[in-house]
């Protein structure tokens, strides 16, 4: 990996891990995507991130909020209301990537989800997310998984 592709996908993780947060602070306070998105802009939080990565993430996964969520109880054992909200915001960024952007190799997508989930979900909370996105993969990017 060269220096600037390394610079992007780190850029990109940063965008996500700022992405969760603010998906998280969605699900708890219902403030506007708006809102929540000019406060993070504003903060420290997101020095280094790829704002348009963020912000994508953001309005898309709020958007597309109940498609998401409909995808999550595909590959579920519970119902998504019931899922941590650190966990359902990372199954949601997941499924976003994994569904919208094939750009995003699907390994990327879990390991980032996973990575995530490690740091702020619960203590096994990983697994489930790895369990969960690497079943959507499957579905999802079939092909992929071919080559």
């Not at 991130?49 to 309005?59: C, K, N, W």
């Amino acid at each position: 990996m060269t220096g600037v592709s390394r610079q992007l996908a780190r850029g990109r993780s940063l965008a996500r891990r700022c992405a969760m947060q603010a998906l998280y602070q969605w699900q708890l306070t219902a403030q506007e995507a708006d809102e929540i998105e000019k406060q993070f802009l504003g903060g420290e939080e997101v020095k280094g991130a790829d704002i348009e990565y963020f912000s994508e993430l953001l309005r898309q996964c709020i958007g597309k909020k109940d498609e998401l969520d409909a995808l999550i109880a595909g590959h579920a054992d519970r119902p998504v209301e019931q899922l941590d909200p650190v966990e359902r915001a990372i199954l949601w960024m997941g499924m976003y990537e994994l569904q919208e952007r094939l750009d995003v190799p699907y390994r990327v997508a879990i390991n980032e989800g996973v990575e995530l989930s490690k740091r702020f979900g619960a203590t096994d909370g990983h697994r489930y997310v790895n369990a969960l996105l690497d079943r959507a993969a499957r579905s999802l990017r079939a092909a992929e998984q071919k080559t």
